[in-house]
């Protein structure tokens, strides 16, 4: 009922005059998910002692399949070998061969009742830019402290050229397994519910490239990044009154960066939340984002949720109100005989968007159909849209599809994987430009020599209107039981205008027990839409776009200088013709106990 009083308040309330116009800027990136999931990787996770949060640590495990493993260790005994995992109800290949880099099997160890972990990273960016008021260093700062059922996570950051060493900051406590209580949340915190259409996996995640069309929901986590704008502030709460029922409450109010033009509103959406300019910092918390929700799930087979929101526009931080937008979203999901349907619609103001889909996943094959439609002007700071893209809303890129994935092991060595998407792109605010349709497919196939090499094609065609582009490429993967890992990639793209080709080669792994080592060489000569591969995170991250001719360095270093104590260095550099090089250098410290 007070989700229903609030909603009709919102409605009936909503004053959108001034509001004429509504764009998106700026590409935002996911680097904490990439250097979570590389700390991961040099760290993998016991599967024989991990806990339930150290499982859903790794993006692909949801609750439902950690609570799975942890039952099947319980009742089994401990896992001899990773490929046991295969036997874990709920677990497909698909899913056991993207979380291998990042678990391991040992024997199993007393758990303390309580762990801290903190990190300090400092990072720089040259050339340095000048006449800028604040210090060129980017500065990381992050505390997470576990005793017993307690959790607590606090951090601080500074982008580069910010002057306040305390431009970000975010605290969240976290309180668990107390009566029908299975978690209540104070602070900052993030959600991740239905299918990413208003809360979402962090931005520059894809789904294409591993055919996820279902949303792996995560429920509610602490926020442990430093996206400024991408979290909420309040207070969230999981309850399980009786074994086969799950109750999600949830409110916040949030302060977000935004713009003012003119007499028009403009919404802005950075990830980072630079600060480091005039102009940056006049953005800064012009929106205040009130939210409220609730969520039910009946024996994870039927789950349905609800979100109200109303985001307030201001002349500046503490000035007048100049007008809102106002959102309301529905999901509904469920499962049977291994087929789960899923929708989920939302409504910003008049403006309607949803996505409607079915998936069947089985060991040896998996099959998915998605229909969305996502407006220019629905727009969530929270939700990812379907297109491998770097902006985390519609926005710019708005369209409507439908989209069909097919994954099948063919042997017990050979993948193939294939999508088909006929979409269309739809104009932004500017509603008398034309419809712009498009046809997207890809096939890809990996074929394991033994289990040492593995082979992978891919060949996509993309159509948009007259514009064709295509892609080839071929792929070698050696990996020597975990201490070498070798890859070696030749990549050919052709537009409509123009053609590019590019060679990469990386080389990582762990010399002399306590070094671990990652480096990437990248030459490139393309067209636009060709790919930096520092964040080389297959059928995960969306990496930035390149273009010209030249070449990209990338050096990871990491050294335990003890069980609780280690120390990495990072450098990148990027030599373009025609344009200065650029570097960029990162030291970090980690403490675990």
Request: charged content about 25%; some cysteine; proline content about 3%.
């Amino acid at each position: 009922m007070l989700i229903a009083a609030l909603f009709v308040f919102i409605v009936t309330s909503s004053d959108s005059s001034v509001i004429s116009q509504t764009s998106f800027e700026g590409a935002v990136t996911s680097d904490n998910l990439a250097d979570e999931l590389q700390t991961l990787k040099d760290n993998p996770i016991s599967i024989n002692t991990a806990k339930e949060q150290e499982f859903l640590s790794i993006y692909w495990i949801t609750p439902e399949l950690a609570k799975s493993i942890i039952q099947t260790r319980q009742t089994s005994g401990e896992f001899k070998k990773i490929n046991e995992l295969k036997n874990v109800p709920g677990m497909t290949g698909e899913i056991l061969k993207l979380i291998t880099p990042y678990i391991r099997v040992d024997v199993p160890q007393k758990h303390d009742n309580y762990s801290i972990q903190m990190r300090q990273r400092v990072q720089n960016n040259l050339p340095e830019i000048e006449d800028t008021a604040g210090i060129p260093y980017k500065t990381y700062t992050r505390l997470k402290v576990d005793y017993k059922r307690v959790s607590s996570s606090a951090l601080i950051e500074k982008d580069y050229y910010e002057k306040s060493y305390y431009d970000f900051t975010s605290v969240g406590v976290m309180l668990q397994n107390y009566g029908i209580v299975e978690k209540i949340v104070a602070g900052d915190y993030v959600l991740d519910f239905a299918e990413n259409l208003f809360f979402g996996i962090p931005p520059g995640v894809t789904f294409k490239s591993q055919g996820m069309i279902k949303g792996r929901s995560k429920g509610i986590k602490l926020n442990t990044t430093s996206g400024e704008n991408n979290f909420l502030r309040g207070t969230a709460i999981e309850l399980k009154p009786v074994h086969s029922i799950k109750n999600y409450l949830f409110f916040a109010s949030t302060p977000i960066d935004g713009k003012i033009e003119g007499d028009e509103i403009k919404i802005y959406y950075d990830y980072e939340g630079d600060h480091s300019t005039s102009t940056g910092m006049e953005k800064k918390d012009r929106i205040k984002e009130n939210l409220l929700g609730t969520r039910l799930e009946y024996n994870n087979k039927l789950k349905v949720g609800t979100t109200v929101c109303r985001n307030t526009y201001y002349s500046n931080p503490e000035g007048n109100e100049l007008g809102t937008h106002n959102i309301f979203s529905m999901d509904l999901s469920g499962s049977y005989a291994g087929i789960e349907w899923f929708t989920e619609t939302g409504k910003c103001d008049s403006v309607w968007a949803g996505v409607v889909g079915l998936e069947y996943r089985k060991p040896e094959c998996k099959i998915g159909s998605l229909y969305r439609y996502y407006p220019s002007l629905f727009y969530t700071f929270h939700g990812t849209p379907f297109s491998d893209r770097s902006i985390t809303t519609a926005g710019e890129l708005a369209e409507k599809g439908n989209y069909l994935y097919v994954g099948y092991k063919v042997s017990n060595n050979t993948f193939l994987n294939c999508y088909y998407d006929f979409f269309a792109r739809l104009p932004n605010s500017d509603l008398t430009k034309p419809v712009s349709n498009g046809t997207e497919y890809s096939f890809d196939v990996e074929q394991k020599i033994n289990n040492i090499i593995a082979l992978t094609g891919k060949y996509a065609y993309k159509k948009l209107d007259e514009s064709i582009d295509q892609q080839f490429r071929v792929q070698t993967d050696i990996s020597c039981r975990n201490t070498i890992n070798f890859r070696f990639r030749v990549e050919r793209m052709t537009t409509e205008s123009s053609t590019g080709n590019s060679g990469y080669v990386g080389i990582g792994g762990r010399a002399f027990k306590k070094l671990f080592f990652d480096t990437r060489v990248a030459l490139f000569e393309t067209a636009p839409l060709m790919y930096e591969y520092e964040a080389d995170l297959p059928g995960l991250m969306t990496n930035q776009c390149i273009s010209g001719k030249g070449k990209r360095l990338y050096l990871f270093l990491k050294y335990n200088i003890h069980p609780a104590l280690s120390i990495s260095g990072k450098c990148s550099m990027l030599s373009k013709e025609g344009t200065s090089a650029s570097q960029k250098y990162g030291v970090q410290i980690d403490f675990k106990k």
